[in-house]
């Protein structure tokens, strides 16, 4: 075995790449993590655009599931208490998402809060089983191994009772508007609820399987309203941001987390490099044998596990003809569809946004025609907007606002990205300023990542937050392709670890984890 040779190369500093490095190293394995960007952390980063101008920049509020943290032992900041989930209205009148505020909308739809929030939990807590469950290749290939697996999430789902089994099921396949419907009449509390379903997917609310989408969610952000980063303070101007190298620059924000994780495979003897772009992965006889740097380096490895999303890894990194004509043809089919964009606002004075996780989904209605514009290739005019704000100073009314702004589609049917990057920004600023008036002459800065910018910059395909479109026919043992769910690839040794596969979206690291099972 040469100096140059790894039991294990994870393509991708993202969250779950650093996961699955993190418990192979600690179970001796040498292991090497390839990083494209200067820092690592992929799409849970935080990074610095200017004095005074930290963001989360693509991934704004979320967790890693508790056993990650316990195994890995990671020093993370305590967890802080939840905020607010506040919908904007017209009149000044906002709702915010608990029993009080929303009996001044309906006093009926209040009376069946508590209800609505106990059977959404049990529905994330299923939900967190299966998805630390290693799915097999059904229908083949059944073993013993992997059938203990659907045996705890059978067990799950018999725990939580014949009417909430029933209801779960039942719930999946529904539209957001459905299920929300079944609890509620107020129009506000129903589109509230379901713009938390269409989140980072290109859906809308009247979408089958959006009932699937929110439980997804709610169980990624442990309820309705983002769960906080830890709070950003004053950075750098240097743009460099947290994780692995550049912690000097003091930015603080979810970018905690993937610090944290590559301080971890560090300390279990891994190794992370970054500006290490990977070009192939070397296949030989069927078989993964390393991969090869854009620099034309060449590193050889046991196992190849690749972070990426799945259409890169298999169909640029790997190569169609390694591959079985029918796996080629299912991987080109994986539905990406990215419609996210951000636009990150530094501002400089009060400008009347309150602490919490803020939306703009006046009715469904509204939502669904956000989302029309983007089957059709155009930016909505009236988009759906989530809006979380961050003070920079505690002494001073300095912010950072950010925006997640949907829809606005990858491929444009008219324009490009570089032409319409400034509507977007105007879009976003302008709907919001309806409901804050001194937001406008309060902005000092701003920073706008398309769906292009995603792909660009942060290598999601098609700008795709989730690496593929989370929906039914890309769900549980179909993810990212029916038959290949348990992160085995037709190629021997290759393994995929990164939110295209099961148990990926958001940042729980369960995909991460569970691959790195499969190779201990």
């Known amino acids: ?285 069927q078989s993964a044998k390393g991969i090869v740097l854009a620099n034309g380096e060449e590193i050889s490895a046991d196992a190849v596990l690749s972070s990426a999303d799945p259409k890169h890894t298999l169909l640029k990194l790997v190569g169609a003809r390694e591959l079985p004509p029918e796996f080629v043809w299912n991987a080109q089919s994986i539905k990406m569809r990215g419609s996210v964009a951000k636009v990150h606002l530094q501002v400089g004075g009060d400008h009347g946004i309150p602490a919490g996780t803020l939306c703009v989904a006046p009715s469904v209605k509204y939502l669904e025609k956000a989302y029309d514009a983007a089957k059709y290739g155009e930016i909505s005019e009236k988009p759906y907007l989530e809006i979380t704000s961050v003070p920079v100073r505690e002494s001073a009314k300095e912010s950072v606002v950010s925006i997640h702004f949907q829809f606005a589609p990858y491929n444009l049917k008219h324009g490009t990205w570089d032409v319409e990057r400034e509507k977007l920004k105007d879009l976003a600023i302008h709907t919001l300023a309806e409901y804050f008036p001194n937001l406008q002459s309060l902005i000092t800065n701003c920073r706008i990542i398309t769906p292009k910018d995603l792909e660009e910059t942060y290598g999601l395909t098609e700008g795709d937050i989730n690496h593929g479109q989370l929906m039914l026919d890309q769900f549980l043992f179909m993810r990212p392709i029916p038959g290949w769910s348990n992160h085995k690839t037709p190629i021997d040794n290759l393994y995929l670890c990164g939110s295209g596969a099961h148990g990926g979206g958001g940042i729980s690291g369960a995909a991460g984890r569970n691959a790195a099972k499969i190779l201990v």
């Not at 779960?168 to 509620?184: D, K």
């Open 1 to 285: 075995m040469t100096q140059n040779h790894y039991n294990a190369i994870i393509i991708g500093a993202g969250h779950n790449g650093l996961v699955a490095a993190a418990y192979l190293a600690k179970r001796g394995k040498k292991v090497l993590v390839l990083e494209r960007r200067a820092i690592v952390g992929g799409t849970v980063v935080t990074e610095s655009f200017g004095e005074g101008f930290a963001v989360d920049s693509v991934q704004t509020g979320g967790r890693l599931r508790p056993d990650i943290i316990k195994d890995l032992k990671l020093s993370l900041p305590a967890a802080t208490e939840k905020s607010d989930f506040i919908s904007l209205q017209a009149d000044g009148n906002h709702l915010t998402l608990n029993e009080e505020s929303i009996r001044k909308f309906s006093e009926k739809d209040a009376s069946r809060w508590n209800e609505f929030i106990r059977f959404m939990n049990q529905c994330a807590d299923i939900l967190d089983v299966a998805y630390a469950t290693i799915m097999p290749r059904l229908p083949k290939n059944l073993n013993l191994r992997e059938g203990y697996g659907l045996l705890e999430l059978g067990l799950e789902l018999r725990l939580a009772g014949r009417k909430d089994m029933l209801n779960f099921i039942r719930a999946l396949p529904m539209s957001a508007q459905e299920l929300a419907e079944e609890y509620f009449e107020s129009e506000v509390v129903k589109a509230a609820i379901a713009s938390v379903a269409i989140h980072g997917s290109t859906l809308g609310p009247m979408s089958a399987g959006t009932g699937y989408t929110l439980i997804h969610n709610w169980l990624n952000r442990g309820g309705l309203a983002l769960i906080p980063s830890p709070r950003l303070r004053l950075p750098s101007p240097s743009g460099r941001g947290v994780g692995g190298e550049g912690e000097e620059s003091g930015v603080r924000g979810i970018g905690e987390i993937t610090s944290a994780l590559a301080n971890a495979v560090k300390s279990f003897g891994g190794e992370i490099r970054t500006n290490a772009e990977v070009s192939q992965i070397k296949i030989e006889n």
